[in-house]
Structures are given as C-alpha cells and as structure tokens.
C-alpha cells in the first residue's frame, strides 16, 4: 500500500472520528475552531487557521554526544530501571535496543525528578505510517512531569500549529518544522528552567530553548502553564513553593514510537556561579 493510500485511508477515518469543532482533513487544515484565545496571542488554542511553521530539513549530523556530568536515563539496550509506569515497573518494550511504547501500557515517568535540566533524547516515529494529524506518530516529552514538548509525525502531516512537532503544546509552535521522515532518528536538546515560586505564587515562569535536530525551534521561550487540550492554561492553581522538581514523562499517546540516547544534566542552581 502506498504513502498516499493509507493517508487517505487515515484520513476518511479522521472524518468519520472527528469531533464537533474539527475542521475535516479535506480541509488540508486540521485543528479546532470553537477554542479559546491564548492569552496575549491572536491565535485560539490549536487553531485550524495558524499558519504552520516553514519547513527546514534537518543536516545530516545532528545528534550531540553525552557529556561526563550528564545521568544516563536510557542509552540503548533492554533496561528500563530508570523507569517506571504509575507506580510499577516499566512496561514499555524493545526493538532493535531501542524502547518501543506499547500502545495502551500507558505513559513512562522518570524515577530521578529535575528542576532545571538539560534533556537530550532521540526517538523515531513509526517507518510504517498509520493515520492522519494528530493521529500519526504521536508522543511528547512533559518536562516535571506537565509541560509537553510534543513528539509527533510531522514530516508531510499537516496538523494544527501548536500541535505539531515541537510545539509546545497548545501555547506555541516551533519555529520551524525540522522533521524527519518517519523511521529516521531525531533529537531533541532541552534546556528547560523551571517555574520559581514563593508563598505568594509565581515569581517566574517556566522557560525552555529546543533544539531538534540541530536546530533551534524555541529560543528561551515562556511555557504559559501546564499542557492543556482544547482550552487555555495558567499558573493559577498550579504549583507551589513545593513544586521544583518533577519526573520526564513520556507520552504513550497510541503509536509505537521508539527512543534511545536519553541523557539529562542537572542544571539546579548552576546559574549561582561563584557563589
Ligand atoms: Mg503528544
């Protein structure tokens, strides 16, 4: 069956699922008309109208080496330790010493837990491509556990713009769309530094620079709240003092994503040099 058939086919599929306030896939425009406004944005939340980011293909090179400080959360092999879904062992699988989502098994949670880190992570969407939007290749990366990242199959899969690969989601898009075809690995770098509270609330948001597969796609950007689907987010009964560390989330959203070469380094108070 060819690319374009099973497209189509995920597509008349998507039509039929489609729930109220999706515009149609004919549409070449996926995403949602009835949500709310961001908040300081002109765009609604995944609205089906906001422009998609620019393609730009990725080098061939892109993949950084682990630095000697940086904690080993998976490099390749069969051992999910490291791991954990809810509170029991890891139940993801493995294919070529790689970890596989086991579609239904749920999402995987670090056990360490970080606040200000540098993550390093590759993964590879499914070489066989099933489905349309959000439908495709779809995981994230939540950052304490509450700020995704997204991991999707955006290589010629249009989706909402805040959706896509690299959004984060619901807030904003990447840059540009970096992906790679599906089946081919890719890499995210994220430097990501945590919400600061007090006993009053917020003092700063959480912010975070990406870059996938060698490109940065978000440069030092506000995370806005907590990820959210089909509504707005906020700070607003969200977090405390108490909130400064949390575990990296893997999404088993339905598709058998593969990932390798995840590493993160503790950046909690390195900003304090000299002191
Ligand atoms: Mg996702």
Redesign the pocket.
């Known amino acids: 069956m060819t690319m374009r058939i099973m497209v189509l086919i995920g597509a008349v599929l998507l039509l039929v699922s489609a729930p109220l306030g999706m515009l149609n896939a004919a549409d070449d425009k996926p995403g949602y008309t009835d949500t709310p406004v961001i908040p300081g944005q002109k765009w609604k939340v995944h609205d089906a109208e906001r422009p998609r980011p620019k393609v730009m293909a990725p080098n061939a090179v892109y993949l950084t080496s682990r630095p000697k400080d940086a904690k080993v959360l998976f490099e390749t092999g069969k051992d999910l330790a490291n791991w954990r879904n809810g509170s029991a062992d890891a139940k993801w699988g493995f294919v070529n010493d790689a970890m596989q989502v086991i579609p239904g098994t749920g999402d995987l949670f670090s056990r360490g837990e970080f606040g200000d880190i540098h993550l390093h992570l590759e993964f590879q969407t499914p070489s066989v491509v099933t489905g349309v939007s959000?439908g495709r290749g779809?995981?994230?990366v939540f950052l304490m556990g509450v700020y995704?990242v997204?991991?999707?199959d955006s290589f010629e899969n249009p989706s909402y713009a805040d959706g896509q690969c690299g959004a984060i989601?619901g807030q904003w898009p990447p840059l540009v769309n970096a992906s790679s075809p599906p089946g081919d690995w890719q890499s995210y770098d994220i430097m990501f530094c945590r919400p600061r509270w007090n006993e009053k609330g917020l003092v700063s948001p959480a912010r975070v620079t990406v870059i996938h597969n060698g490109i940065v796609i978000h440069n030092n950007r506000e995370i806005m709240g907590p990820t959210r689907h089909r509504t707005t987010t906020s700070y607003k009964n969200h977090g405390s003092v108490n909130f400064t560390k949390g575990p990296i989330k893997l999404?088993d959203?339905g598709n058998p994503l593969r990932f390798r070469n995840i590493w993160v380094r503790d950046l909690e108070n390195r900003n304090d040099m000299g002191s």
């Open positions: 959000q779809n995981s994230g995704e997204q991991i999707l989601y999404q959203h």
